[in-house]
RNA sequence: GUCUUGAUAGCUCAGCUGGAUAGAGCGUUAGCCUCCGGAGCUAAAGGUCAAGAGUUCGAAUCUCUUUCAAGACACCA
């Protein structure tokens, strides 16, 4: 990376000059007329060599003149008052960093040490539909995992579907009052029948009592249930299956909580022998407060009173399950930030079990999506809007749109559809809250995915007319515009390096945009197509391949695919 | 009550591992089609970064206090 290069320069001249440097962040400039980058570090040296910033600057610079390396990495370096170092990079180096761009798999980016990580997202609850709720953890969760994926990561994705809890009990219990047999189970059922059962057990708590006896039988093995329990993750399964197959988001593992059942037996022994379930009011809790804890920590229910089993067991016996199967390096889960606290006290079980000394715990938590009034969609009055009708309603503005779109193909009409609801969201970080409104969805200019798509189908064109046999491209900057999309292209490593890092696609949707928009300035002052200069339009056309290479190559992490035409 | 988040342009949001002049999109205003696709481009207007204090050479960013908002707090997930 570039901005380790530099810092290996400052390094060298810090230590012939016996400066005291540690840490040397060299960073993008925030003046782009002064540099390229800037390293700030004279401000803290100041201090212990009792100089100026400006005076440390000017000694600095003076060195790193006299580098052999300098007229190779630098255009200009100087020292501006009071005391910013600030680095422009010769055009030598910025294209030697583009071939090298061009030459290597995946952009020549550095790959970190593999890491076996296990992800679970999604999370749907087989009781209910997916609605605009589910939309972000599948989202932003999917293009985490290809994130990882593309770094050389080991990742295996689990959907853990929410299928074994209470709200189980709850649909059985009423799809018995409502004497639906099960070979007539519909979807439809299951879309009505759970918030009206969720707001009953609220006021009355017979029923409510009823719905727990029913999933601990189940829990047990009850066949009736079984049956009923199976039918509805057939129904519901298949639902989502479908809505995640056309937002293009899948899973290694389709298992859920019923399924880390068998673990559990295993897993009591383990936390019996080492001490940890204490029984607590009838029910088999697990301690966990630390001494140094500032507020309370609830014990983690392990098994209730009437012997039924809660998420934070199967949550323990599902990692159980892959610590000894898989033995992972890293746990992410991605849901709903209101479950941070439950996500603590399972870390902190597994802590106590020991399986934080070989794996690190992630819990990565998102806002909630809200209605206009910015207030979340309550499922039990089942008014969030259901995700087909927003990919219908995407659909259908986007067709309004533009004459032309109505001939589109509905293969690309769907990619479009994926692209604008997916850029939309990838803007918004992913751990605030957010105001659903479809109008937001039916931008189509700006900062949007069709813009996104569009540069892309425009260099497309550019380049299709042409045949261009050039492999590497020459020392040469020929303006400004130009110049500065190359440097934007060079940010690549450093910008997917970071949104790895922060576990944020977010990052990467945003450096995807400002590399469209310095490739639209580019194509919009200078042609390419009738140049007459043989020598710089082939290297433009070969700076074009490589940008439009990135944007397809990086799209494809956010989950976003390019269409024929638009 | 305790704890956790959050408050940035009219609206929706970036920026938060401290740096120079606070960044987009939408909306508003003014330009740009003899030339590779105008879902575009070039500009302008719009800000006491909730308020106050502190740390620092330097704070939207770190600390504390206050206000407002959202959320969590053992047998729901």
Redesign the pocket.
């Known amino acids: 990376m570039i901005t380790t290069k530099i810092a290996n320069v400052i390094k060298e001249i810090g230590k012939k000059l016996n400066m005291e440097l540690e840490n040397i ?1 060299v ?1 993008e ?3 782009k ?3 390229d980058y ?1 390293f ?5 040296l ?2 212990t060599l009792h100089k100026s ?1 400006l005076e440390i600057g000017q000694m600095l610079v003076e060195e790193i003149k006299k580098h052999p390396e300098y007229s190779h990495l630098f255009q200009n370096v100087e020292v ?1 008052p ?5 680095f422009t990079l010769s055009s030598e180096i910025i294209n030697e960093i583009l071939n090298e761009m061009i030459q290597n798999d995946k952009f020549g980016i550095t790959l970190p040490k593999k890491q076996k990580i296990f992800m679970d997202y999604g ?1 749907p ?1 087989i009781a209910k539909p997916l609605h605009v709720g589910h939309l972000r953890s599948a989202i932003v969760g999917e293009a985490i995992k290809r994130m990882l994926k593309y770094l050389g990561h080991d990742v295996i994705a689990d959907v853990h579907l ?1 299928d ?4 189980i009990g709850e649909v059985i219990y009423g799809l018995k009052e409502k004497n639906i047999s099960l070979e007539d189970i519909t979807l439809q059922d299951l879309e009505t029948i759970y918030p009206w059962m969720n707001e009953r057990i609220k006021n009355d708590e017979i029923v ?1 009592e009823q719905c ?1 006896k029913i ?1 601990k039988d189940l829990q047990e093995g009850q066949e009736e249930y079984h049956a009923y329990f199976e039918k509805i993750k057939k129904i519901s399964g298949d639902d989502i299956l479908r809505i995640y197959k056309y937002l293009d988001v899948s899973f290694d593992l389709w298992l859920g ?1 019923s399924d880390a059942y068998p673990y559990i037996e295993p897993l009591t022994k383990e936390l019996e022998n080492k001490n940890l379930l204490t029984e ?4 088999k ?1 697990v301690f966990i407060a630390k001494e140094s804890d ?3 920590m ?4 392990y ?4 012997k ?5 067991t ?1 949550d323990l016996a599902t990692i159980y399950d892959r610590i000894h199967k898989y033995h992972p390096d890293t746990f992410i889960y991605l849901t ?7 996500f603590e006290s399972v870390f902190r079980v597994c802590e106590k079990l020991g399986y934080t000394k070989d794996a690190s715990f992630e819990h990565i938590g998102f806002g ?1 999506v809200n209605g206009k009034d ?3 969609f309550k499922t039990r009055e089942g008014k969030s809007p259901k995700l087909d009708s927003l990919f219908e309603e995407v659909k259908e503005t ?1 067709k309004k ?2 004459e ?2 109505q001939d ?1 193909s509905e293969k690309d009409l769907d990619i ?1 559809v994926n692209a604008i609801i997916k850029f939309a969201d990838l ?3 992913p ?5 659903f ?1 479809i109008t ?1 969805f039916s ?6 995915g ?2 996104i798509l ?2 892309y ?2 260099i ?3 380049l299709k ?1 042409e045949s261009n046999s050039l492999k590497e491209l020459n020392q040469e900057i020929y303006d400004s515009i130009d110049r500065e999309l190359r440097l934007k292209i060079i940010e690549l490593e450093k910008t997917l390096n ?1 949104a790895v890092k922060m576990r ?1 696609p ?2 990467l949707a ?1 450096f995807l ?1 400002e590399l ?2 310095n490739m ?12 007459r200069e043989i020598e710089k339009k082939e290297n433009w056309l070969l700076l074009f391949q490589l940008a439009n290479k990135i944007v397809k190559e990086m799209l494809l992490l956010l989950g976003i695919y390019l269409p024929e ?2």
Do not use: W
């Not at 700030?40 to 803290?44: E, L």
């Not at 009071?82 to 600030?86: I, K």
């Not at 039924?308 to 934070?312: E, K, N, P, S, V």
């Open positions: 962040n960073i400039s925030n003046r007329d002064l540099c800037q700030d570090g004279t401000f803290q100041a201090k910033p501006i009071p005391g910013f170092l600030n999370g609850n929410g074994y809890g209470l709200q409510k727990a999933t909580e607590s009011e009838g029910a809790v500032k507020k309370e609830p014990p983690l229910v098994q209730k009173k009437n039924a089993y809660l998420y934070g199967t709903d930030y209101r479950q941070k606290l439950h909630t910015g207030k979340p986007f749109a533009n032309k779109n589109m479009l803007q918004n970080s751990e605030k809250d957010y105001i409104d937001k931008n189509l200019t700006g900062k949007t069709p813009y569009y540069t189908l425009r497309e064109s550019i007319k970071y944020s977010a990052i945003n945009y469209c928009v639209n300035a580019f194509y919009e002052k200078n042609h390419i197509n009738n140049l035409r638009m």
